[in-house]
């Protein structure tokens, strides 16, 4: 693989959402690993400014900024301190209440759901599009799933919001096409991290453990982040349009090799 191209004086904030766990936390580490000065937002403070601290230990610029991606308001207050911005990481999101079937299922959590993962992401990328493009070789990525592209029973309300997440990032693509801004959509399968399962099943260990029993190496974050990081890092003319990433002994969301 060729080395990551350093990022250009005008392109090299790098913003990532739901950088105080898993694969937001992860990318941010690797983007500032890669020269981009990252900006970690999440809604917890502490985790985020940990994680600042941490990157700046390893001699890296990273800032934190505290922030609900659902808060428009809060979300247009941010965008206002950049003048310019050269990546958005759209990676808030994640699921609620998985095993409920369509018939059963709370329409707070298909609202919550909805909300973070595409409001979330419609709101950063309405909010920081002119500071991408004043960067003259700006990149949305939006961190979907392979949940965007086919549908299982138990999921619907998550399934429902990373298509659209999906859907979000083609339409982009197309409007925007023409313009200094790359729209680059990743969309993993399992990736064992340390809150996305027990977001899930509302805390419940055992339920979270489940997902991933018997699978052999399910993706990491620093596997996801990679991809991101790769994609970020190709030259200013070349879009990774999408990228579908599973583990090996992920076939697709429903056959999945699990061993014992
Ligand atoms: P995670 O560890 O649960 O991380 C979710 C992140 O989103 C947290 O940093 C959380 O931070 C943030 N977040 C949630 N609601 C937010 C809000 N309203 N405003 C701002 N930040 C918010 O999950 P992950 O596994 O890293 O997943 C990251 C992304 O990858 C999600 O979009 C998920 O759907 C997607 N994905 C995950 C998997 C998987 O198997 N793990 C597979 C495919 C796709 P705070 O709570 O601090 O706000």
Redesign the pocket.
Known sequence: MAPAAAPSAASRIAVV????????AATARQLAGAGYRVVL????KD?IEALAEEIQAAGHKATAYP????DRAAVDEFASAFKTVGVLVN?????LGADDPVAASDPEDWRRMYE??VL?TLNLTQALLPKLEASGDGTVVV?????GFAAYEGGGGYVAAKHAEHVLAETLRLEIVGRPVRVVEIA????K????AL?RFGGDEDKAAKVYQGVAEPLT?DDVADTITWAVTRPAHVNIDLLVVRPRAQASNTKVHREG
């Open positions: 959402t739901g950088a105080s766990s898993g694969i937001g937002t999440a809604r917890r985790r922030l609900d991606v659902t990676n808030a999101g994640g699921a973070t993962n979330g961190v979907s799933s392979t949940a993993p399968g399992m990736v991290t340390d809150e996305f977001t974050a």
